[in-house]
């Protein structure tokens, strides 16, 4: 066993000791399908929002395996309904993911990949729906944690990039509910360089 994992190891560092390094830098701009999960009050419930977000990424790597951090601007939420009531709960946010891929297919033209990793959000402003006292900034949380993954697509300089992202607690109130975020991303991505 210990001969079988120092020889991939070897194997691993000599693959990346000759293999090529590479650095894009892009933007990327796409829709988000989000959803918040609500527990608490059994009577609210949520219906998915489309939203738009868009900003930058990079990805530097070797061969087939990469990192690609990226910072994009977006609105999430959904819509709630409790007791009568309804309305658009959206919060703005920017995200900074920063994903570890692996390219499964790799050719001069076009490249598949899996990605996934830790996305961290910054919650800028948050809209309520009206007439929900309820609902305020008190309970917000600042700052989120959450997980991406998914799969993508390269074609010479575009990329295209298909993600789950589930997010931790969104919205935090004891006595009332608290929410989690979970959104489907489909993203278009340009390479600069």
Do not use: C
């Not at 933007?27 to 999960?37: D, E, L």
């Not at 959450?146 to 300089?157: E, I, K, P, S, T």
């Not at 575009?158 to 509910?177: C, N």
């Amino acid at each position: 066993m210990k001969r079988f994992l120092f020889a991939s190891l070897f194997v691993l560092i000599a693959s990346v000791g000759f293999s090529q390094p590479v650095f894009d830098l892009g933007v990327k701009a796409g829709v988000h399908y989000s959803n918040m999960s609500l527990d608490g009050e059994p009577d609210l419930s949520s219906d998915a929002i489309t939203k738009m977000h868009w900003g930058a990424f990079g990805r530097v790597g070797f061969n087939r395996v990469y990192v690609q951090p990226e910072v994009y601007f977006s609105k999430k939420g959904g819509d709630l309904s409790f007791s009568g009531l309804s309305g658009g709960f959206d919060y703005k946010n920017i995200d900074v993911p920063v994903l570890l891929g692996y390219k499964l297919v790799k050719t001069p033209m076009i490249d598949f990949r899996v990605m996934a990793g830790p996305v961290f959000s910054f919650v800028t402003d948050a809209d309520y729906p009206e007439g929900w006292n309820d609902l305020n900034d008190e309970f917000l949380n600042d700052n989120l944690f959450g997980v991406q993954y998914g799969l993508g697509v390269d074609v010479l300089f575009f990329t295209l990039d298909a993600r789950m992202e589930h997010s931790g607690i969104v919205y935090d109130d004891p006595d009332f509910v608290n929410g989690k975020s979970t959104s489907f991303l489909l993203t278009l991505g340009f390479k600069i360089l």
